[in-house]
């Protein structure tokens, strides 16, 4: 089964963003009666990044899409990660997460990361839902 491992550090919304995309899921699936979408993927959610000797080094070596999760303007050691997976061979998808935080909903500090990394971030709000749909279309996207 492929995995979908949520990074980022310690409180940048890992479980509340991987119970959003479950959610979405669910809902989606029972709406399509594609029962068999469920299984499909299976969502790892990871200790912090910024853990010393954590369990996030493991999954790195075994998920097909990774999502970065980026909350705030430092992010060097998020970049790093994202170096890191990809030479893992994994797709990195960059997330801004927290999203309903920030007067822009994240478009200046995802067009900062971009600047600096080559990489479009997708801003997303476990609270509100924003931005849920469009995560897991890139998601999907990548798993095909
Ligand atoms: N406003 C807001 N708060 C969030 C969001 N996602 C998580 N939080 C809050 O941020 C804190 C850390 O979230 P959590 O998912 O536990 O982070 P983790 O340590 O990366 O797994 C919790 O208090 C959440 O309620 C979000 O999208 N918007
Ligand atoms: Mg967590």
Request: hydrophobic letters at 50%.
């Amino acid at each position: 089964m492929k995995q979908v491992g949520i990074f980022g550090k310690r409180k940048s919304g890992k479980s509340a963003l991987m119970y959003a995309l479950t959610r979405h899921k669910v809902k989606a699936t029972f709406k399509a009666m594609e029962i068999s979408g469920v299984t499909k993927v299976m969502l790892v959610d990871t200790v912090g990044v910024d853990v010393e000797g954590s369990t996030a080094e493991e999954s790195a070596q075994s998920v097909s899409v990774a999502l970065m999760l980026i909350c705030n303007d430092s992010f060097e050691m998020e970049l790093a990660w994202i170096s890191k997976l990809r030479k893992a061979g994994s797709s990195v998808i960059v997330v801004i997460s927290m999203a309903d935080l920030f007067d822009d909903g994240g478009a200046a500090l995802a067009a900062a990361v971009e600047e600096v990394s080559g990489l479009k971030a997708l801003c997303v709000s476990a609270e509100t839902g924003a931005g849920v749909v469009e995560l897991d279309e890139e998601i999907n996207r990548r798993l095909a």
